[in-house]
């Protein structure tokens, strides 16, 4: 019914840049929030920033990566400077999207399937 798919992830270096791009797809009535979220290998998934009515960044990305949204795009971005071996991880977006069926309106996160950021020299 709604899809997120994501795009961007890949292998830089140290102090490189990476922008990831998500777009939200389907029977969408409204989006009231979009973020990323980050797992490491053996690690449990992170906040790594959110974009709704306010905009939050975990301590670990503040001053180096940018979260911003095309809302007529239903497009989340996540631009990354200055890459350390420790962002690398499964990047993965979230949107809680609400759906009309009828007169019904859901509301709901959603995921999407992740893409691989591999920070290395």
């Known amino acids: 019914q709604v899809q997120l798919v994501e795009s961007g992830g890949g292998l830089v270096q140290p102090g490189g840049s990476l922008t990831l791009s998500c777009a939200a797809s389907?029977?969408?009535?409204?989006?009231?929030?979009m973020g990323w979220y980050r797992q490491a290998p053996g690690k449990e998934r992170e906040l790594v920033a959110t974009?709704?009515?306010?905009?939050k960044y975990a301590d670990s990305v503040k001053g180096r990566f940018t979260i911003s949204r095309d809302n007529a795009k239903n497009t989340v971005y996540l631009q990354m400077n200055s890459l350390k071996p420790e962002d690398t991880a499964v990047y993965y977006c979230?949107?809680?999207?609400?759906?009309?069926?009828?007169?019904?309106?859901?509301?709901?996160?959603?995921w999407g399937q992740g893409t691989q950021v591999t920070v290395s020299s």
């Open positions: 979230n949107a809680r999207v609400s759906t009309l069926s009828g007169s019904y309106l859901n509301t709901q996160n959603y």
């Open positions: 389907g029977n969408i009535f409204g989006i009231s929030a």
């Open positions: 974009s709704g009515g306010s905009t």
